[in-house]
């Protein structure tokens, strides 16, 4: 088998590019990119190999989205998503057999997991929870009223926060995976977005139930700074690179060809594409870092709970957010009336539809607002280059 970068490669330029219009078009899940995606096998590929899986590393699935990016956004954050739910299973799981045995069912079944932290009432602040896991002996039910779960109709499992029991406070909350099977969803409310269509986020009523032991073993204020807080910021930077840095190379495209249109001169926009191409190389970069630095952090609890790694974490996603629309708007500048059609080689407009997800994702002045927080108990800059 090949790497599993290579064949994200080639499911991204053979399948997903091929229906990326009509998934965004008619706003609908990327069947055909998934059944290629888990054909390669590249759904599991984070499980441990002594659980089934290749044991990919982040930077492995941060290269994936970008991979994925450059040809169809809604199947790369699906990817992303899917991965994210994975790392936390991977990383916090170990320790429980149920979770251990769905290491090896994601393996070898290449089962697809949603997220359902969002939750009216609390908005984006997933670090509290208005649901409870309702606990009957060895059992629990749970009722979520989960404003977006993407892709929750297609998942084959949801992993799902909520408050750890009905008396425990908002701040107090556990995760826990329900397969299909395990629960019903009441859809509340559609999908019909400027951008990242495809990934039909719909709001559902969850309604749940199952074992105890489905529960992660580690509070969710674990999981959520040591592995979903970076893991998330890190993939869905890697899909924002994907998209900004397809919008460049469909730039590139059109500046050569206005130079074979008219031999011997310098296209107008070429000053303004190698700005553009500046811009994606400083995006690229501090996503590089950020891989590297949370890959080094890793091993330490006390690493990855320091602050600056937190507000390191946050830098990425808004940094990297703010600079994919920058870069496509570049972008747009340099082909002009050709980027802005909706059709045509040198089109741009699907991706800054797409690329401007990126800042409500977790809204930027959220983070901003948390970073905010945390720099006023942060006294020294981290050390550079360490
Ligand atoms: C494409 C896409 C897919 C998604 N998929 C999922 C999914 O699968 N599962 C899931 O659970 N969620 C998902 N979400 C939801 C996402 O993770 C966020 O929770 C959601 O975008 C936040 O929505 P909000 O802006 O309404 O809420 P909020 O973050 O509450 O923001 C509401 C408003 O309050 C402002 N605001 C909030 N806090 C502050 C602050 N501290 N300082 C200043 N202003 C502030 C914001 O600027 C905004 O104007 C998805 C979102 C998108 C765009």
């Known amino acids: 088998m090949t790497s599993p970068l290579a064949r994200a490669r080639q499911v991204g330029s053979e399948v997903a590019a091929r229906h990326a219009e009509s998934v965004d078009r008619d706003a609908r899940f990327p069947h055909e990119a998934f059944s290629a995606l888990k054909g390669a096998r590249l759904l599991g590929v984070m499980v441990p190999r002594a659980h089934g899986g290749e044991g990919a590393s982040i930077a492995d699935v941060v290269a994936i989205c970008h991979a994925l990016g450059q040809h169809c956004s809604s199947t790369a954050l699906i990817y992303a998503m899917h991965q994210i739910q994975l790392a936390c299973v991977v990383r916090h799981g170990e320790g429980s057999a149920w979770h251990r045995g769905l290491m090896e069912r994601l393996a070898s079944e290449q089962l697809l997991l949603a997220s359902a932290t969002t939750e009216a009432g609390v908005g984006g602040d997933v670090r509290s929870s208005v649901c409870a896991l309702e606990h009957d002996g060895a059992r629990f039910t749970l009722q979520k009223n989960a404003s977006v779960i993407s892709y929750g109709a297609d998942a084959d499992g949801i992993l799902a926060t909520a408050r750890r029991a009905p008396d425990a406070p908002a701040s107090d909350q556990s995760i826990v995976v329900v397969l299909k099977g395990d629960y019903t969803l009441e859809r509340t409310s ?111 609890v006390e690493a990855l709970t320091a602050l600056a790694f937190a507000v390191e974490m946050n830098n990425v996603k808004i940094g990297s957010s703010q600079m994919a629309t920058q870069v496509i708007n570049h972008a747009l500048l340099v082909c002009g009336l050709a980027g802005y059609r909706n059709d045509g080689p040198y089109s741009v407009t699907r991706h800054l539809r797409d690329a401007h997800s990126a800042a409500v994702m977790i809204n930027n002045d959220r983070i901003l607002a948390n970073s905010a927080g945390m720099l006023l108990a942060l006294k020294d800059e981290p050390e550079m280059f360490a």
């Open 190 to 300: 559609g999908w019909d977005t400027m951008g990242m269509r495809g990934t039909c986020s719909e709001g559902f009523v969850l309604r749940a139930s199952g074992e105890i032991a489905q529960v992660l073993p580690v509070p969710y204020a674990d999981i959520s700074a040591q592995t979903m807080l970076p893991t998330t910021h890190l993939t869905w930077a890697g899909v924002w690179l994907g998209i900004a840095s397809d919008a460049v190379s469909r730039a590139r495209a059109f500046t050569r060809a206005e130079a074979r249109r008219k031999p011997g001169t310098t296209p107008s926009g070429a000053a303004r594409l190698a700005e553009t191409v500046n811009l994606l190389q400083l995006m690229r970069a501090n996503i590089v870092a950020a891989t590297r630095d949370y890959q080094r952090a890793m091993d330490s």
